[in-house]
């Protein structure tokens, strides 16, 4: 990007440069006592428009944004690299006078963008932009200069693609400063989001399901498709006697859940081909579809259970335990057997009301809770490791567990509470607030860029569409 502090003039004589005018400035600039000499000099060094020696375009002017000017050479090598990457990535691509209007717009709500950054005091170091770089090839899982190597492979300049990122984070840092700082969301907000969120599910359904299938063999002539028919007919005809779903299932089904009863499970609409679930959606429980045909064979599905998602929504709420833990770990002067000793010793203590928990666990701890008296606060599933997590799930509220090994150590673990209700709606009133406010950033950003575009001072030169 070119000093946006500099003069839309200066720049242009700048670019001028190479010019008939620039070699008229230097034959001016030659001493006037030696006309004869002076002459031929400067016609030694001039070289008539369209005849340039060299091989280098000239460049000019396509837009005026306040003090700075975007080239046409910048516009055609912004076009080049968009259109690489739309063909790299098989995107139709636009005509070419579409794709220049468009582009040319981007560049000119960028420009106002980053000199507004500049005017705010903005600025991406480079510390920062190579820490940037470095997460962009990571998580293309190569090293940054493999990642240079395959981009200057493909035409582009790797120099040109940090200035780019570069000017990305400025405008991300500029865009968080003067639009999503200033985000706020209400608690009526969130209780309306929730509430439309809640009306949606009690409309969708979520179903529990059950399957009688007999399979149709790869390649089957018409008589075994057939047989394979009257033995499904024969499973339906049972059915409707009064036979046991699933029985049936394990007698007649060929499908990996026959020993099962033929459990699918819970499904919703859209996770089920759409003949079965044409079929299914006019169930009660309790009720089996007719006898359906698939390319791998004849079905027979009975409606289990069906609830709304949003009651499978509650009956899926996060449990939190609150707990805490004596926890010795294993070391050089401390070993696995020493470690497990000790904790049945201070089991046996506190199976006999001799001690308190907290206070065995200040005194005896290895970790950085002990402080708080073993205290590991709200645990959500998965916050620790799976050991730990069957040992403390198996226990009580009150209750304390035999010592118990990890990676970390052996533990003594003590469950002191546990709530779901509560844990279940901060969790979902978080993410109707953080839906809201993705939503307020999208358009209030949109809104902000086109105050910045229309405060700007912009200026098309020669042919430039508006």
Known sequence: MRNASMHPLKIAAALLCATTVCAAW??????????????????????????????????????????????????????????????????????????????????????????????????????????????????????????????????????????????????????????????????????????????????????????????????????????????????????????????????????????????????????????????????????????????????????VDKRSLAEAAAASAVQQTHARQILIKVTPTMSAYDAKRKLTELKERLDNKAAKFEELARLFSTDSSAAKGGDLGWLYPGDIVPEFEAAMNALKPGEVSAPVETSFGYHLIEVLERKSDDASKERQRNAARNAIRDRKIEEAAEDWQRQVRDRAYVEFRSDEAK
């Open 26 to 303: 230097a034959q001016d600039a030659k001493p006037a006592a030696a006309p004869a000499a002076a002459t031929p000099a400067a016609a030694k060094g001039f070289t008539p428009p369209g005849q340039q020696s060299n091989n280098k375009p000239i460049d000019s002017i396509a837009v005026v944004v306040n003090e700075d000017v975007i080239t046409r050479q910048e516009l055609a090598a912004r076009i080049g690299t968009v259109t690489r990457r739309m063909k790299a990535q098989n995107v139709a691509m636009p005509e070419p006078a579409d794709l220049r209007r468009q582009m040319l717009e981007r560049m000119i709500v960028e420009r106002a963008q980053l000199q507004l950054a500049k005017e705010m005091g903005v600025r991406v170091d480079d510390t920062m932009l190579d820490r940037a770089i470095g997460r962009i090839a990571e998580q293309q899982k190569l090293t940054v200069q493999a990642m240079r190597d395959q981009m200057e492979k493909d035409g582009t300049a790797f120099a040109a693609f940090r200035e780019e990122i570069r000017e990305e984070i400025i405008m991300q840092r500029l865009r968080e400063h003067e639009v999503d700082a200033k985000i706020q969301i209400s608690d009526a907000e969130v209780d309306n989001y929730l509430e439309a969120e809640k009306a949606a599910a009690a409309e969708q359904f979520e179903m529990n399901l059950a399957q009688i299938m007999v399979r149709i063999p790869e390649n089957a002539s018409p008589e075994v498709i057939a047989a394979r028919k009257a033995r499904a007919d024969e499973v339906m005809r049972q059915l409707r006697t009064g036979a046991d779903f699933a029985k049936m299932a394990g007698t007649y089904s060929d499908a990996s859940d026959a020993l099962k009863g033929g459990e699918i499970g819970w499904r919703s609409a859209d996770r089920l081909p759409p003949m079965f679930a044409e079929a299914l959606v006019k169930l009660k429980p309790g009720q089996v579809t007719p006898v359906m045909k698939s390319v791998g064979g004849f079905h027979i599905i009975k409606m």
